[in-house]
Nanobody, 115 residues
Framework: QVQLVESGGGLVQPGGSLRLSCAAS????????MGWYRQAPGKERELVAT???????NYADSVQGRFTISRVNAKNTVYLQMNSLKPEDTAVYYC?????????WGQGTQVTVSS
C-alpha cells in the first residue's frame, strides 16, 4: 500500500514563497507521474502542475511563471515551489501520484496567502 505525506503549507503574506513537499512511501517500483492540485472553498479541485516520468511539466495558466514543480526520483518525492504568491492562491493543495494502473491522492495541506 502506498502512502503520500504532504508538508510545507502554512500562512504567508502576498508576494511571499512556500515550498510544498509530497513523499510517497511503500512498495513502489515505477511512477508514471506526479502532480499538484488545489481546491479553494466552494470551488472544484483544479490542476496546478504535473510532471511525468520523462520530466515533462505543465502548469495552469494562473500559476505559470510563478510556480515550479520538480521531483527527486530516488526519494519518490515531488515538490511545488510557489513564488510571488497571491491571495487567490489560497486553497488546500493536494498531491497525486500516478502509478501503473493506480492513482492515489495525498490528504492535502492548507496554503493561506493573506496580510
Amino acid at each position: 500500500q502506498v502512502q503520500l505525506v504532504e508538508s510545507g503549507g502554512g500562512l504567508v503574506q502576498p508576494g511571499g514563497s512556500l515550498r510544498l513537499s509530497c513523499a510517497a512511501s511503500g512498495v513502489i517500483v515505477s511512477i508514471n507521474g506526479m502532480g499538484w492540485y488545489r481546491q479553494a472553498p466552494g470551488k472544484e479541485r483544479e490542476l496546478v502542475a504535473t510532471i511525468t516520468s520523462g520530466g515533462y511539466t505543465n502548469y495552469a495558466d494562473s500559476v505559470q511563471g510563478r510556480f515550479t514543480i520538480s521531483r527527486v526520483n530516488a526519494k519518490n518525492t515531488v515538490y511545488l515551489q510557489m513564488n510571488s504568491l497571491k491571495p487567490e492562491d489560497t486553497a488546500v493543495y493536494y498531491c497525486k501520484i500516478y502509478l501503473p494502473g493506480f492513482t492515489q491522492w495525498g490528504q492535502g495541506t492548507q496554503v493561506t496567502v493573506s496580510s
